[in-house]
């Protein structure tokens, strides 16, 4: 199969201009972000619609497909909520196909969204084993990070936005640090550009056992942050899918996170503890004895990092691009306009 992915700096400006091209090609939408995210207003949001709307039927008349892979059914912090549920049905009734990320993503999806389930394929999300690099040892990244080994480290990595819920997971791990003193919190990311986020870092700079770091994290220091920490945590209030949960097992991390989404199809692995979204108590009480199950004892701590590297292992990327090779491929030979079904696989 020759072809290759390729950035798009510009959602709406690509579909035009391909328009125009001797072979349009195959435009893959993953974030919708960057359509409407930045309309200053409503009036602004539906002028910004109807372009993009417009752009889409000029690359699809011109023999363009679209795919669409399918993270959530809305952006997370949605300014304009009814442009932003207009954009994702025009997508839905749109697109040539529809890649989920997981069966529940599709289910929740097919609750708000009119969507033809024989454009729907099921393809994980992988695993980032082998994707980054993992030589630096747990002591050597402790010693980076001014940690002693017999710390207990917390890490809480990615993007931080609001609805990860980093202003509650300090509340909740200075609540726990005061009963045990060898407790620290390393938090690392691009912060969102908000007041909100200015005065986490300044609640994080302010405490001498969280050590943050508020920028993008280099894909060579991710051994740093992981390899350092005992417990990964995600605070989220709300998710569908979490490349975070992901790529903490491919670290092999024992995982506190929500009960919610796709994480509910591994509540039931040895190394995966789940609370309450809704609630902060669940939170505190769920990492409480997980930190006592899988981090103060060694020996289930041991098994808890197997089990979490098996599960890494389980869904590597590799498998991944090839279902969705496989699934593109009748698009791009033009062999039958209506996509075939990839394979759909279990979760695990």
């Known amino acids: 199969m020759d072809a290759y992915p390729k950035a798009v700096a510009d959602v709406i400006e690509h579909p035009e201009n391909r328009a125009i091209a001797s072979v349009p090609g195959i435009l893959n939408i993953h974030w919708t972000t960057p359509i409407l995210q930045y309309a200053t207003?409503?009036?602004?949001?539906a002028i910004e619609l109807d372009r993009f709307s417009a752009a889409l039927h000029k690359f699809r008349t011109a023999g363009g497909r679209l795919v669409w892979t399918l993270h959530n059914v809305l952006p997370h912090e949605a300014r304009h909520v009814w442009a932003e549920t207009?954009?994702?049905?025009?997508?839905?009734?749109?697109?040539?196909a529809i890649h989920a990320l997981s069966e529940i993503t599709a289910r929740r999806a097919s609750e708000v969204l009119r969507l033809d389930p024989r454009r729907v394929v099921v393809i994980e999300h992988s695993s980032y084993v082998g994707q980054y690099p993992d030589w630096v040892s747990r002591d050597a990244a402790r010693a980076q990070l001014g940690l002693a080994p017999e710390d207990k480290v917390l890490v809480a990595?990615?993007?931080?936005?609001?609805?990860?819920?980093?202003?509650?997971?300090?509340?909740?791990?200075?609540?726990l640090a005061e009963e045990d003193p060898s407790l620290h919190l390393l938090v690392a990311g691009k912060p969102a550009a908000t007041r909100e986020t200015a005065g986490l870092q300044r609640r994080c700079e302010q405490s001498p056992r969280v050590l943050s770091e508020f920028s993008h994290v280099p894909d060579d220091q991710l051994q740093v942050w992981f390899g350092a920490a005992d417990l990964a945590v995600l605070p989220y209030s709300r998710i569908l899918n979490s490349g975070v949960f992901w790529l903490a097992q491919t670290f092999g991390l024992p995982i506190v996170g929500p009960r919610t989404g796709a994480l509910l199809d591994l509540a039931d692995e040895p190394h995966v503890r789940l609370f309450n979204p809704r609630d902060d108590r669940s939170l505190k009480e769920t990492l409480r004895s997980t930190i006592i199950e899988l981090v103060d004892d060694p020996q289930s701590a041991r098994a808890a990092h197997a089990s979490s590297l098996s599960a890494a292992r389980s869904r590597p990327p590799q498998r991944m691009a090839s279902d969705f090779a496989t699934f593109i491929e009748p698009m791009l030979t033009g062999q039958d306009r209506a996509p075939r079904r990839a394979p759909r696989r279990a979760a695990g």
């Open 41 to 45: 207003g409503p009036f602004r949001a």
């Open 86 to 96: 207009q954009l994702a049905q025009l997508l839905a009734d749109r697109a040539d």
């Open 157 to 175: 990595l990615g993007g931080i936005r609001p609805y990860k819920g980093p202003g509650r997971l300090l509340d909740v791990f200075h609540e």
